[in-house]
């Protein structure tokens, strides 16, 4: 009986540590894609994602984009998140990277 609870918690602290990795890759993403997450590990599987987002770790956006739980929203990050799913024209981008937040 011991046995099985210590195998449990050793598979708990596997997941958690692969959580941590997880986010230290994706440290300086405001959003992050599933595709983002593919070319960082081929081998990830969609279902962690839910897994994460059950637990509280991410939230999805839309579908197969998502944030950290733990990021701090405002104006800077909601106008960040919206940039990523609005096709701006090119004259606005230009204007944008003058902009001083």
Known sequence: ????ILVLKIA???N???YLDFKEALKDFTVFS????KKIDSRFHRRRLNDWQEKGYIKK??????IFSDLKINEHILFEIAIRFIALPASL?????????
């Open 1 to 4: 009986m011991h046995y099985c």
């Open 12 to 14: 708990l602290l596997r």
């Open 16 to 18: 958690k540590m692969k």
């Open 34 to 37: 599933f595709d983002e997450i």
């Open 61 to 66: 956006i839309i579908k197969g984009y998502y």
């Open 93 to 101: 981008l230009k204007w944008r990277s003058r902009i001083i937040i």
